[in-house]
């Protein structure tokens, strides 16, 4: 079974940074898409930002476009979001979610990982 | 963007009822949507892909229909652990979208 492992979370101040990481036990993690979803506190579910496979083609919500930066190293089957500019609104749960292959549904999310932005 | 309206919001449901939920886009997306169910302090899970194509392991009580701009989400014969919140999801253009979400309790 897939298991996403996400990491990084936690409290930071307005207009602060954060990286989080997602670790796949999955060695076919190269040949998958990779996105990450948020969902604020009791709220629904938003899409933040999309990977290829390959890392060559991103793209991102327009809510986190010029703030957050997706990316993975394959090599170490971990995708990875680098969040700038952190603002209140910012704070959710963030998974990291499998594309199912050659595919658009989410087939497998992790387990989130909470980023509380607040000062 | 392309907006994807679910109604209800919430729906209170005794066991064994049948359930339906819809989920209306603002222009057609073929067949380019998705259901997922999240049960409390749990991730989303996949039970429907491509409005209609079950899920290998989804109980057979789920079932999904539409295609173009409305779609249906249909639980038969309601179980208690079916508590959840249920969404649709878009795959057919950019920026992906998300339903509002549908909570049904177990009356």
């Known amino acids: 079974e897939v298991q996403l492992v996400e990491s990084g979370g936690g409290l930071v101040q307005p207009g602060g940074s954060l990286r989080l990481s997602c670790a796949d036990s999955?060695?076919?993690?190269?040949?998958?898409?990779m996105n990450w979803v948020r969902q604020a506190p009791g709220k629904g579910l938003e899409w933040v930002s999309y990977i290829s496979s390959s890392g060559s083609t991103i793209y991102y919500a327009d809510s986190v476009k010029g703030r957050f930066t997706i990316s993975r190293d394959n090599a170490k089957n971990s995708l990875y979001l680098h969040m700038n500019s952190l603002r209140a609104e910012d704070t959710a749960i963030y998974y990291c979610v499998r594309v199912g292959y050659n595919s658009g549904y989410f087939d497998s999310w992790g387990r989130g990982t909470l980023v509380t932005v607040s000062s | 963007e392309i907006v994807l309206t679910q109604s209800p919001d919430f729906q209170s449901v005794t066991p064994k009822e049948k359930v339906t939920i819809s989920c209306r886009a603002s222009q057609s997306i073929g067949s380019s949507l998705h259901w997922y169910q999240q049960k409390p302090d749990q991730s989303p899970k996949l039970l429907i892909k491509?409005?209609?194509q079950s899920i290998s392991g989804v109980p057979s009580r789920f079932s999904g229909g539409g295609s173009g701009t409305d779609f249906t989400l249909t639980i038969n014969s309601l179980e208690p652990e079916d508590a959840a919140a249920y969404y649709c999801h878009q795959s057919s253009d950019l920026p992906l979208t998300f339903g509002g979400g549908t909570k049904v309790e177990i009356k």
């Open positions: 999955e060695f076919t993690f190269s040949t998958y898409e």
């Open positions: 491509y409005a209609s």
